[in-house]
Nanobody, 114 residues
Framework: QVQLVESGGGPVQAGQSLRLSCTGS????????MGWYRQAPGKQREFVAQ???????DYADFVKGRFTISRDSSENTVSLQMNSLKPEDTAVYYC????????WGQGTQVTVSS
C-alpha cells in the first residue's frame, strides 16, 4: 500500500526555521503532484504549497517569500523549507501526494512561540 510519512516538525521560536520532509513508499511509480496542507486549532485545513511532477510550484499567499517546496532526486520525497516562522504558522502539517488517487500522511506538529 502507498504510505506517506512526514518528519521535521517540532517547537521553534518566531523568526526561526524548520524543514519538513515527506517520503512516499509502496509504489515504484512517480507521484503526480506532492504538497503540503496545514490545520490550526479551530481552523479548516488549508493549502500551503504544491509541486508538480515537472517541478512547477504553487504557494498560498500567506507563505510566499517565506516557504520553499522542493522534490528530491527520488521524486517520491517532498520537502518544505519554512523560514521566518510566525506564531500563526502553528498547525499540524500534512503531506499529500497524488497517483491515481490522493494520499495523505499522518501529520507533523509545528509550534511557533513568540
Amino acid at each position: 500500500q502507498v504510505q506517506l510519512v512526514e518528519s521535521g516538525g517540532g517547537p521553534v521560536q518566531a523568526g526561526q526555521s524548520l524543514r519538513l520532509s515527506c517520503t512516499g513508499s509502496g509504489t515504484s511509480m512517480r507521484f503526480n503532484a506532492m504538497g503540503w496542507y496545514r490545520q490550526a486549532p479551530g481552523k479548516q485545513r488549508e493549502f500551503v504549497a504544491q509541486i508538480s511532477r515537472g517541478g512547477s510550484a504553487d504557494y498560498a499567499d500567506f507563505v510566499k517569500g517565506r516557504f520553499t517546496i522542493s522534490r528530491d532526486s527520488s521524486e517520491n520525497t517532498v520537502s518544505l523549507q519554512m523560514n521566518s516562522l510566525k506564531p500563526e504558522d502553528t498547525a499540524v502539517y500534512y503531506c499529500t501526494a497524488t497517483f491515481a488517487q490522493r494520499y495523505w500522511g499522518q501529520g507533523t506538529q509545528v509550534t511557533v512561540s513568540s
